[in-house]
């Protein structure tokens, strides 16, 4: 339409141009000739200056409709470009907002995890800060608890010495040389206890058939349990050998054995009907496993929370630190200690510790 628009503009140009040579040619010789007769010239040329003007106009008009119609396409060219810029910039624009999204939730996540290991860092410092406090506090108490040991041998001793020398006496000392000896043991106790609890040395691993000792222990412990608690054994690793520290593990029996029948018996009675203590050992895949558990009145849940603390005790005469001494013995050995109790249900201690690399290599 456009092009068809300019042909006929430009035809009618050409048709104009050609009517003003015509014109101007013959308009030129007749000029020169009849410049003097003005008013015939002006007849003569009255039809040709009315052909000529009116050819100029509409080549004039067609120059300029063609002028405005090509300018209204270059609008509309514009028009489309400016849509086609728009949309481009808007899905630019829906882009950008969702990388600005994106990236928010990265910075939120990131935010997130930096305020998580923040804390991770405050808790390590707190622990670092811990382990060094307790690292202090367990060269105190091995240097007080070996220094104290020296001046309590000495007392058995003379105890001893003393004991010999009175019995053939017709003196009766023998009461107070009872409460000396109990008031010696019991202070070992609370050392032994101590010094297992801050101890950092490696356990002594030897070689041991796990069930065969253990029978031993448990016969040489009941000795010191009130005999009506009943003692069942049921143990099942088959003549297996592991390595551990004998001295060591031998004191978590004699304290999980000692908290289940302190559960059992009242100061001078049982506290229920059959009291009794069950010793299993399985094979588990993170190790061995001794349980030891009773049928007493079970830890209550408040109890539970506090158990493991160093000092925690429920008893009158007691230290609170028979757990928190088993616990470390077992941690030295690579193990821990589980621990399952509901009130009225009695309560089940399991120490494991993992075999040690030789058996595991023979396996
Ligand atoms: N078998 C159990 N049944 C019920 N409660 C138990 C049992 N074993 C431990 N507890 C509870 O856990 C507490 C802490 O035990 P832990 O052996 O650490 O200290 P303790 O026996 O009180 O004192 P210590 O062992 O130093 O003489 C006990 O006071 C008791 O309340
Ligand atoms: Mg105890």
Redesign the pocket.
Known sequence: MTRRVLALGYGAIAATAAAALLAAQHGLASVVQKLSALPALTLQMGFGGCVLALALAAGLAWFFIARGVQRAELAKLALLKARDDAIRAESEANEMAILFRDLNDDVTRLNIELAGKMRQLGEAQEDILRKGKMAQLGALITTVGHELRNPMAGVRTTLFAMRRKFKSTSLDLDSYLNRIDGGITRCD??IT?LLDFAYEKEPDLAPGDVDGWLAGVIEEEAKSLPEQICIECELGLDGLVTGFDRARMRRVIH??L???A???WGLHAPVRDDPCIRVTTSLAARGVEIS?A?N????SAE?MV???E?L????E??????????EKILALHGGGLD?E?APNK??T?TAWFPLSRAVLQAA
């Open positions: 106790l609370i206890k304290n999980l000692s908290n289940a302190d559960a059992l030891i009773d007493g009145p079970g830890i109890v506090k158990v493991r160093p925690f005790t429920t008893k005469f007691a230290t609170g630190l028979g757990i928190p001494s088993t621990i109790s009695g309560a201690f």
